[in-house]
C-alpha cells in the first residue's frame, strides 16, 4: 500500500507544469515537456527510481550509453466535460515509442507505436506517430514517452484536438501532395518517353527521379503509411538505401549525352566499376547496425557528391555549362546535409515543417526532366532532317512493299483454304472417333460371355438410382441372385457348360424384366444384380420369386447332358438415405443371399437391419 501512495505521489509531482487543455483547446505546436534519461525499462522503475526531470521542447537529445530517453508531458483539464486529444511526436523516423498514459490515480494505460513496429500495431494507422488521449473532465493526466532510436533522438511533440490536426494534415497533404504529383508525373513523363523513344537517359532519368521520391515519402512518413507497412526492416533500412542509390544514380547520368560529360570517356570504365562498387557496397550496409548503416550512407553520398563537384571545376566546359552542373550538385549536396543534420542532433524540431528536402528534389526532378527532353529535341530535329534524305528512297521501297503485300494476300488466301479442307477432314475424323468411343464405352458396360450389364456400369447406376431415391422419395429395390451348387455343374459337366448355365440363367433373368428402368448385372461369377427402381418391397420379391420358379422348372441341354439347377435370391428395399455410401443396398441384399443359403438353398430371403443382435 505504501509503495503504491508512493507512486501515484511521483505521479502527480507534475501536476505545477501541467498544460490546462479546455473544451476549446485547438493545437500547441511546440510542446514543452520534461525529459529525462535513464536505464529503466517500466514506468515503475522510473518512477520508482526518482528521476530528476529537465525541461525541454524542440532540442535534439543524446541518451548517454546503456540509457533510454523518458519524456513527460502533464495536462489539466478544469472542464466539466471530457476532451479529446491527439499528441503529435514529429518524427516519423524514430525506432520505437512506448507511451504510458494515466488518469489522476488510475492505471497506466500503455500505447506502442514507433518504426520498429508494423504500421498495424500502431494505436493509429498514419504516417504521424500519434497518440490518442482522452482528458476526463476534472482531472489531471501525465504522458510519459519511453523513447529509443539508433542515432541521435530528435522528438518534437505537438498537442490537437483531432478536428484541427484533421484540418492541418488536409492542408499539409494537399500542399506536399501536389508536389509529390509533380515529381510523379515526371517519373511518369519520363518512362512514357523511353517506352516510345528507347532512349536510355529517359530511363535513367526515371531511376534518379523515381529514387528522389521514394526517399521523399520514406522520410515524410508516407511510404511506411501506403506501401509497406508491414516491412519493419525496409522502414528502418530505407532511408540508408535510398539516399545512396539516389547518388549513385547520377553516375548513369554522367555517362549519358544528355548531360555535360564531366568526365573524359576514357573513365567512363572507372565510373561503372565505381558504380558497382558503391551499389556492393550499399547492398552490404544491411549487415551493419541501422545507426552504422546510416551514417556510412550519408558518408558515402556526400562524397561522391564532393566528387562530382570537384570534376566539375576541373572540367573545360564553357562557364554556363559547369556553373548548370555545378548547381545541380550543390543543391544535392545542401540536401544530404540537412538530413545528415537531423541525423547528428544538429537541426531539432519536426523536419515535416521545414519542405527543404522537399524543395530540392523537386529542384533536381524538374532539372533532370528539363534536361532530358531537351536532349530528346534536339535529336528528333536531326532525326527529321535525316528523314527528309530518305524519303525518296522510301516511297520505291514502298512500292516493293505494296507488291510483296499483294502476294503475301495471295499465298494468306491459299493458306486459309487449305486449312479449311484441312478442318473438315479432321471433323470427319474426329467423328468417326467419337463412334468408335461410343461402341468402346457400350463394350466396356458390358460383361462379355453373358451380354448383360457389368459390374462397373452396375456401380456407376446404383449411385445414379440411390440419389434418385432420395430426392424423389421413392423406394429402391435390389436383388442378389446366385446359381446354387454351381461349382458341382463345373465339376459334373465341365467349365463350358458351366459358362452356358451362366448364360442361359441371365437371358431368363431377363425375360422377367418388363419395365425399361429395370435393369439386371453380372455382379460376378455366377452372380448376378437386379436393380428395381420405384419398386415396392413385395413387387421386388414377387418378381424374385418367379425368377426362382421358372429357374427350377428349366432344363439346360449342353453337349448330350440335361442340367437342371435353381437359385437363391436375397431381397432389399428402401428409401435412400445416405447417398454417400450407395453399397448399403448391396451389401444388405447379400446378406439376405446369405440367410437363403442357410436356410438351404432355392428360396428368396428378405433382410431386414433389424434382425441383426
Given at each position: 500500500?505504501?509503495?503504491?501512495?508512493?507512486?501515484?505521489?511521483?505521479?502527480?509531482?507534475?501536476?505545477?507544469?501541467?498544460?490546462?487543455?479546455?473544451a476549446?483547446?485547438?493545437?500547441?505546436?511546440?510542446?514543452?515537456?520534461?525529459?529525462?534519461?535513464?536505464?529503466?525499462?517500466?514506468?515503475?522503475?522510473?518512477?520508482?527510481?526518482?528521476p530528476?526531470?529537465q525541461?525541454?521542447?524542440?532540442?535534439?537529445?543524446?541518451?548517454?550509453?546503456?540509457?533510454?530517453?523518458?519524456?513527460r508531458?502533464?495536462?489539466?483539464?478544469?472542464?466539466?466535460?471530457?476532451?479529446?486529444?491527439?499528441?503529435?511526436?514529429?518524427?516519423?523516423?524514430?525506432d520505437?515509442?512506448?507511451?504510458?498514459?494515466?488518469?489522476?490515480?488510475?492505471?497506466?494505460?500503455?500505447?506502442?507505436?514507433?518504426?520498429?513496429?508494423?504500421?498495424?500495431?500502431?494505436?493509429?494507422?498514419?504516417?504521424?506517430?500519434?497518440?490518442?488521449?482522452?482528458?476526463?473532465?476534472?482531472?489531471?493526466?501525465?504522458?510519459?514517452?519511453?523513447?529509443?532510436?539508433?542515432?541521435?533522438?530528435?522528438?518534437?511533440?505537438?498537442?490537437?484536438?483531432?478536428?484541427?490536426?484533421?484540418k492541418?494534415?488536409?492542408?499539409?497533404?494537399?500542399?506536399?501532395?501536389?508536389?509529390?504529383?509533380?515529381?510523379?508525373?515526371?517519373?511518369?513523363i519520363?518512362?512514357?518517353?523511353?517506352?516510345?523513344?528507347?532512349?536510355?537517359y529517359?530511363?535513367?532519368?526515371?531511376?534518379?527521379?523515381?529514387?528522389?521520391?521514394?526517399?521523399?515519402?520514406?522520410?515524410?512518413?508516407?511510404?511506411?503509411?501506403?506501401?509497406?507497412?508491414?516491412?519493419?526492416?525496409?522502414?528502418?533500412?530505407?532511408?540508408?538505401?535510398?539516399?545512396?542509390?539516389?547518388?549513385?544514380?547520377?553516375?548513369?547520368?554522367?555517362?549519358?549525352?544528355?548531360?555535360?560529360?564531366?568526365?573524359?570517356?576514357?573513365?567512363?570504365?572507372?565510373?561503372?566499376?565505381?558504380?558497382?562498387?558503391?551499389?556492393?557496397?550499399?547492398?552490404?550496409?544491411?549487415?551493419?547496425?541501422?545507426?552504422?548503416?546510416?551514417?556510412?550512407?550519408?558518408?558515402?553520398?556526400?562524397?561522391?557528391?564532393?566528387?562530382?563537384?570537384?570534376?566539375?571545376?576541373?572540367?573545360?566546359?564553357?562557364?554556363?555549362?559547369?556553373?548548370?552542373?555545378?548547381?545541380?550538385?550543390?543543391?544535392?549536396?545542401?540536401?544530404?546535409?540537412?538530413?545528415?543534420?537531423?541525423?547528428?542532433?544538429?537541426?531539432?524540431?519536426?523536419?515535416?515543417?521545414?519542405?527543404?528536402?522537399?524543395?530540392?528534389?523537386?529542384?533536381?526532378?524538374?532539372?533532370?526532366?528539363?534536361?532530358?527532353?531537351?536532349?530528346?529535341?534536339?535529336?528528333?530535329?536531326?532525326?527529321?532532317?535525316?528523314?527528309?534524305?530518305?524519303?525518296?528512297?522510301?516511297?520505291?521501297?514502298?512500292?516493293?512493299?505494296?507488291?510483296?503485300?499483294?502476294?503475301?494476300?495471295?499465298?494468306?488466301?491459299?493458306?486459309?483454304?487449305?486449312?479449311d479442307?484441312?478442318?473438315?477432314?479432321?471433323?470427319?475424323?474426329?467423328?468417326?472417333?467419337?463412334e468408335?468411343?461410343?461402341?468402346?464405352?457400350?463394350?466396356?458396360?458390358?460383361?462379355?460371355?453373358?451380354?448383360?450389364k457389368n459390374?462397373?456400369?452396375?456401380?456407376?447406376r446404383?449411385?445414379?438410382?440411390?440419389?434418385?431415391?432420395?430426392?424423389?422419395?421413392?423406394?429402391?429395390?435390389?436383388?442378389?441372385?446366385?446359381?446354387?451348387?454351381?461349382?458341382?455343374?463345373?465339376?459334373?459337366?465341365?467349365?463350358?457348360?458351366?459358362?452356358?448355365?451362366?448364360?442361359?440363367?441371365?437371358?431368363?433373368?431377363?425375360?422377367?424384366?418388363?419395365r425399361?428402368l429395370?435393369?439386371?448385372?453380372?455382379?460376378?461369377?455366377?452372380?448376378?444384380?437386379?436393380?428395381?427402381?420405384?419398386?415396392?418391397?413385395?413387387?421386388?420379391?414377387?418378381?424374385?420369386?418367379?425368377i426362382?420358379?421358372?429357374?427350377?422348372?428349366?432344363?439346360?441341354?449342353?453337349?448330350?447332358?440335361?442340367?437342371?439347377?435353381?437359385?437363391?435370391?436375397?431381397?432389399?428395399?428402401?428409401?435412400?438415405?445416405?447417398?454417400?455410401?450407395?453399397?448399403?443396398?448391396?451389401?444388405?441384399?447379400?446378406?439376405?443371399?446369405?440367410?437363403?443359403?442357410?436356410?438351404?438353398?432355392?428360396?428368396?430371403?428378405?433382410?431386414?437391419?433389424?434382425?441383426?443382435?
Amino acid at each position: 500500500m505504501l509503495w503504491r501512495t508512493v507512486l501515484l505521489l511521483l505521479c502527480l509531482s507534475g501536476v505545477a507544469q501541467a498544460l490546462e487543455v479546455s473544451a476549446e483547446f485547438k493545437q500547441h505546436q511546440s510542446l514543452t515537456y520534461q525529459y529525462t534519461f535513464s536505464e529503466a525499462d517500466t514506468i515503475q522503475a522510473l518512477l520508482a527510481s526518482d528521476p530528476q526531470w529537465q525541461s525541454g521542447q524542440r532540442q535534439a537529445l543524446t541518451p548517454p550509453a546503456n540509457t533510454q530517453a523518458w519524456l513527460r508531458v502533464s495536462l489539466h483539464n478544469p472542464g466539466p466535460i471530457e476532451v479529446p486529444l491527439l499528441l503529435s511526436i514529429d518524427n516519423n523516423l524514430l525506432d520505437k515509442i512506448t507511451a504510458y498514459i494515466r488518469h489522476d490515480d488510475a492505471s497506466f494505460l500503455t500505447l506502442a507505436l514507433g518504426d520498429a513496429l508494423p504500421l498495424l500495431q500502431r494505436p493509429i494507422k498514419h504516417e504521424a506517430q500519434l497518440i490518442p488521449l482522452e482528458l476526463p473532465a476534472h482531472s489531471d493526466s501525465q504522458v510519459y514517452l519511453q523513447v529509443s532510436h539508433h542515432g541521435t533522438l530528435n522528438a518534437p511533440l505537438s498537442l490537437w484536438h483531432p478536428i484541427e490536426y484533421l484540418k492541418y494534415k488536409s492542408k499539409f497533404n494537399l500542399v506536399y501532395g501536389i508536389l509529390a504529383g509533380f515529381i510523379l508525373a515526371m517519373i511518369a513523363i519520363n518512362f512514357t518517353l523511353y517506352s516510345f523513344t528507347r532512349r536510355r537517359y529517359f530511363l535513367h532519368g526515371t531511376l534518379i527521379i523515381g529514387l528522389f521520391w521514394l526517399l521523399i515519402v520514406h522520410l515524410y512518413g508516407f511510404g511506411y503509411r501506403y506501401l509497406y507497412g508491414s516491412s519493419v526492416w525496409l522502414q528502418q533500412y530505407g532511408q540508408s538505401l535510398l539516399v545512396m542509390c539516389s547518388t549513385l544514380a547520377l553516375i548513369p547520368i554522367q555517362r549519358s549525352k544528355a548531360l555535360p560529360n564531366l568526365v573524359a570517356a576514357k573513365h567512363n570504365r572507372k565510373l561503372s566499376q565505381l558504380l558497382i562498387v558503391g551499389l556492393t557496397l550499399t547492398l552490404l550496409s544491411v549487415l551493419l547496425p541501422v545507426t552504422l548503416a546510416t551514417f556510412a550512407a550519408y558518408s558515402m553520398a556526400l562524397t561522391l557528391v564532393l566528387g562530382y563537384i570537384i570534376c566539375t571545376l576541373r572540367s573545360r566546359y564553357r562557364r554556363t555549362t559547369k556553373a548548370t552542373a555545378l548547381l545541380i550538385y550543390v543543391i544535392m549536396l545542401v540536401t544530404l546535409s540537412y538530413q545528415l543534420g537531423f541525423e547528428l542532433g544538429v537541426f531539432g524540431g519536426a523536419q515535416l515543417d521545414r519542405p527543404v528536402t522537399y524543395v530540392c528534389y523537386l529542384i533536381l526532378s524538374l532539372y533532370i526532366s528539363f534536361v532530358l527532353t531537351r536532349q530528346f529535341i534536339l535529336e528528333r530535329e536531326k532525326h527529321i532532317k535525316t528523314q527528309q534524305h530518305k524519303l525518296a528512297r522510301t516511297q520505291a521501297e514502298d512500292a516493293l512493299l505494296k507488291e510483296k503485300l499483294k502476294l503475301q494476300e495471295q499465298a494468306q488466301q491459299e493458306l486459309e483454304n487449305s486449312i479449311d479442307e484441312r478442318t473438315f477432314e479432321l471433323q470427319v475424323t474426329l467423328r468417326e472417333l467419337e463412334e468408335k468411343n461410343h461402341e468402346l464405352e457400350k463394350l466396356n458396360m458390358e460383361d462379355p460371355m453373358t451380354k448383360v450389364k457389368n459390374r462397373r456400369y452396375f456401380d456407376k447406376r446404383l449411385m445414379m438410382e440411390v440419389r434418385r431415391s432420395r430426392r424423389e422419395q421413392t423406394t429402391l429395390s435390389l436383388i442378389m441372385l446366385d446359381i446354387d451348387f454351381f461349382k458341382k455343374v463345373n465339376d459334373n459337366y465341365g467349365h463350358l457348360a458351366g459358362d452356358h448355365t451362366i448364360c442361359a440363367f441371365a437371358r431368363l433373368i431377363e425375360q422377367h424384366l418388363k419395365r425399361p428402368l429395370d435393369e439386371v448385372f453380372r455382379y460376378g461369377g455366377e452372380e448376378f444384380v437386379i436393380l428395381l427402381p420405384n419398386t415396392s418391397e413385395d413387387g421386388a420379391l414377387e418378381l424374385a420369386e418367379q425368377i426362382r420358379q421358372d429357374t427350377e422348372a428349366h432344363e439346360l441341354k449342353v453337349a448330350g447332358h440335361q442340367i437342371k439347377f435353381t437359385t437363391s435370391a436375397g431381397v432389399y428395399s428402401a428409401i435412400a438415405q445416405d447417398t454417400s455410401n450407395p453399397t448399403l443396398f448391396t451389401d444388405m441384399a447379400d446378406k439376405g443371399l446369405y440367410m437363403a443359403k442357410q436356410q438351404g438353398r432355392n428360396r428368396i430371403c428378405i433382410y431386414q437391419p433389424k434382425q441383426e443382435t
